[in-house]
């Protein structure tokens, strides 16, 4: 008993120290790499806005959820209590970021003739299962647009109330200009509120806002609007941007310490939210602002109608016409892994067939590690590389340097295995350790040993069946050939044939 307290002491003295050293993190808002000082440790808050459930979630988004969650998880391991609060957006969203265009539920109930919650519905299940394909841990709180719609009224009256919103004709406008005679409107980009003003078109006589720059708090709703609620200004929805600033305060209180999101959301969404915040109760909602990078296509950016973009399932098929084949959702994690958060990250089939290699490779010297035998003397510093591991991790997540050193801990259990080296049992603990913490707790990293196998299996009957089927075509067989293609249809197998020879996926 007394030794198995003096072990978790032991632990909860190491986390102590990280918790109070190390960790840094790049702030979008002073554009440094700051110490990372919680408010009130180990308790972290954590916000990230989520996804505009409309359509099927793009892997730009992917990448970020992926991101936060490795953060998320760091923490965690470091000793943090996080309340980790992602939110799903299921109303207010126009297509133009500053209110305009059509309402984007609205726009697709209509399309498909179901209502805008169906909408809200199937995409909030298609994310979350594309979530947890990926491994990513949920938020502890998921809260919605839609079921916080009187706190963005309450927010709303306030701003009004403090003389930095007005109302006219049922639509509230947050008054930028008046904001910013005595708040720096531009902060979190670094831009001067002469630039922008610049950037920003006149207003035309169709337009009933007071500034060029004010944004709409509450929008007024048309009758025949999908969806609207009673509010003090009549029937209407509330704008975007205010629903971050209502759902953080209310589960993170009106300062917290992480405020993420993809980099996209910087110019408008947030250093909207923060004009929101500050005219709302004269704080600035978050300690850290941090951003993940967009995603390129070999070098080009990823765009629908450049036809280069990927749904996070064709990428799992290779149902893509720049794929060879399809990769699992673990390859897929640990190829975004490979680059920083902060970088562009560039997709392409060679890299993530690169990735594959890798990180079956991470895969296969954990299965090695198990079989090693120790010896009583060794010359490695495990030490030295948990440590390096640690490193990387406190500079600013950067996980291409963590799995370099991973890299290198495969290098010492391949060697020790080939008995170029010898390991203590220490050291073979040590490296399980590294395993445990950093490839499974921290990256998320599952190993994919048993879909892999089937996958191997199912790889080769395919090729047998599609090899039979190739021969009774040369045969002119063609009800045969017919017939197996219809009945792999029917199991979920679609057969492609083309002048190379005929290809599938599920
Ligand atoms: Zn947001």
């Known amino acids: ?20 050293h190390n960790l840094h993190l790049y702030n979008t808002l002073t554009r440094k790499k700051e110490k990372f000082v919680p408010l009130n440790p180990p308790l972290v808050g954590m ?18 959820f992926m991101s936060f969650d490795i953060i998320y998880r760091y923490l965690v391991h470091l000793g943090y209590k996080v309340r980790y609060v992602r939110n799903i957006t299921d109303a207010g969203h126009l297509e133009g970021d500053r209110d305009e265009g059509d309402d984007k539920f609205a726009k697709k109930a209509k399309l498909l003739q179901v209502e805008p919650m169906e909408i809200v519905q199937k995409y909030t299940v298609g994310f979350r299962d594309v979530m947890a ?52 409107y531009g902060e979190l980009t670094n831009r001067k509120l002469d630039d922008l003003l610049e950037n920003t078109r006149e207003l035309d006589g169709q337009d009933e806002k007071k500034g060029r720059l004010d944004f709409a708090l509450w ?8 969806m609207q609620w009673p509010s003090p200004w009549g029937m209407g929805f509330p704008g975007w ?12 209180g009106e300062k917290f310490d992480i405020h993420g999101g993809g980099m996209d959301l910087q110019a408008t969404h947030h250093t909207n939210e923060i004009a929101q915040n500050i005219a709302y109760c004269g704080k600035s909602p978050s300690t850290y ?20 973009s990927f749904l996070p399932m064709e990428l799992f098929s290779g149902d893509h016409k720049l794929l060879s084949k399809g990769y699992n959702p673990m390859c897929v994690r640990f190829f975004m892994m490979q680059t920083h958060y902060r970088s562009t990250l560039d997709f392409s089939d060679e890299a993530l067939q690169g990735s594959e290699k890798a990180y079956n490779r991470l895969m296969e010297s954990y299965k090695t590690l198990q079989t090693l035998t120790a010896s009583p003397a060794s010359k490695e510093n495990i030490a030295a590389l948990e440590k390096k591991c640690y490193d990387a991790m406190d500079d600013d997540f950067n996980t291409p340097v963590l799995i370099a050193n991973l890299f290198e801990a495969i ?17 073979i603990d040590s490296l399980k350790r590294i395993y445990k913490h950093f490839v499974f707790d921290v990256m998320g990293l599952k190993a994919e040993e048993e879909n892999g196998k089937a996958n191997r299996a199912l790889e080769k009957v395919m090729q047998l069946v599609l090899d039979l089927r190739a021969k009774v075509k040369a045969n002119k067989d063609f009800a045969t050939s017919d017939e197996i293609r219809n009945k792999l249809t029917e199991a979920g197998i679609q057969v492609k044939d083309s002048k190379e020879g005929a290809t599938w996926s599920i």
């Not at 080939?418 to 203590?424: A, E, G, N, Q, V």
Request: aromatic share 10%.
């Open 1 to 20: 008993m007394p030794s198995f307290f003096c072990l978790y002491l032991f632990r909860y003295l190491i986390r102590l120290n990280f918790m109070e």
């Open 47 to 64: 916000y990230v806005c989520g996804p505009t459930v409309y359509s099927d979630v793009h892997l730009g988004n992917c990448r970020t």
């Open 133 to 184: 394909l990926f491994n990513t841990l949920p938020p502890n709180i998921e809260p919605t647009a839609t079921g916080h719609i009187i706190e963005q009224q309450e927010i709303t009256k306030k701003i009004i109330e403090n003389k930095f919103a007005y109302e006219i004709n049922g639509t509230v406008y947050f008054d930028v200009e008046k904001y910013a005679k005595s708040n720096n």
């Open 219 to 226: 929008i007024k709703a048309k009758p025949e609007h999908l």
């Open 241 to 252: 941007h205010i629903e971050c600033s209502a759902m953080s305060t209310k589960y993170l």
């Open 289 to 308: 602002w941090l951003h993940t990078n967009m995603l390129t296509v070999n070098g080009a950016r990823m765009s629908k109608s450049a036809g280069n």
């Open 411 to 427: 290098g010492i259990i391949n060697s020790a295995n080939d008995k170029r080296i010898t390991l203590t049992q220490t050291d």
